[in-house]
């Protein structure tokens, strides 16, 4: 028996395809990025959060190679940006997924033209990327506090404790 692909794959959307997907969206959009590496109970939170301040929720993936040069460690990301879309996808808060392969989102934040721009709390909002453009379009720039003491970097380092290394 053939099964069909999962629904949510539909939801991983490259750049160039944004244009077209992005008029059919609810608004307003949202719009957030962000490594998301291994999915933990502080980013599906977060992610919620942030889809509750709008019709639709927008996320930006770093590429591997964005990863890498963030400095996050040699061995990460853990998970290729293709399993990483996937997974984020696959969250009913996310409504597409797309990537970047540069330093900042500042490109794909003025390609979305979100109506809504949000980060973390450890992000003040005149240090979030693309917030002067946002706020001067009229649209809003959230940086939404955190709920729960969780971090990938934090769950890598118990995980080698544990395996010895």
């Known amino acids: 028996m053939a099964y069909p692909t999962p629904q949510f794959e539909e939801k991983i959307c490259p750049a160039e395809q944004l244009d077209a997907r ?3 969206l609810p608004r307003p959009i949202v719009f957030t990025n962000g490594c998301f590496d291994i999915l933990h109970r502080g980013h599906v939170t977060y992610l919620a959060q942030a889809r509750a301040l709008g019709g639709s929720l927008i996320v930006g ?9 963030l400095g ?19 969250l009913e808060s996310v409504s ?13 934040i003025e390609l979305v033209q979100p109506d809504v721009l949000v980060k973390g709390g450890d992000w003040t909002v005149d240090k979030i990327v693309g917030s002067a453009e946002t706020l001067a379009r009229g649209g809003e720039v959230h940086s939404i506090p ?16 544990v395996d010895g290394q």
Request: net charge neutral; proline share 3%; glycine share 2%.
């Open 22 to 24: 992005l008029a059919a």
């Open 61 to 69: 993936l770093n590429s591997d190679a964005s990863v890498k040069r």
């Open 72 to 90: 996050k460690g040699d061995d990460r990301p853990i998970n290729n940006e293709l399993n990483r879309a996937a997974v984020l996808a696959a």
């Open 96 to 108: 597409l997924v797309t990537w970047f392969d540069s330093d900042t989102p500042a490109e794909l």
């Open 146 to 161: 955190f709920l729960f003491d969780t971090s990938t970097t934090a769950t890598i380092k118990k995980i080698r404790t």
